[in-house]
């Protein structure tokens, strides 16, 4: 099932494009890729390839940041959500 017309996600020139945005943005080269390959898929999903490499570049900084953010409570604007991982933990192990 090779298909030589067909190329690696990491060879397509968007892709390296948002690569180098996220480097603009701070990120190393191997972590750039990481994030990229982790929060890839979805924001394909839901943004499509409408944006350019710039904006999904930023939208990739900003869920990354949002989801590595730790809870402050005294921001108002950050609801705590660290219970329901123990909780759906303990869920489906009582499930067959």
Do not use: W
């Not at 017309?5 to 494009?17: A, E, G, L, Q």
Request: zero cysteines; aromatic letters at 10%; a positive charge.
């Amino acid at each position: 099932m090779n298909n030589p017309t067909s190329r690696h996600m990491m060879d397509k020139s968007y892709i390296k494009d948002v690569i180098r945005e996220l480097k603009l943005r701070g990120y190393e080269e191997d972590e750039a890729t990481e994030i990229l390959i982790k929060y890839y898929r979805p924001l394909k999903r839901s943004l499509g390839f409408g944006p350019n490499a710039y904006n999904f570049a930023k939208e990739i900084d900003l869920i990354h940041k949002a989801v590595i953010k730790k809870f402050d409570p005294s921001e108002p604007g950050q609801i705590f959500i660290g219970h329901l991982k123990n909780r759906i933990k303990s869920n489906l192990k009582g499930k067959p």
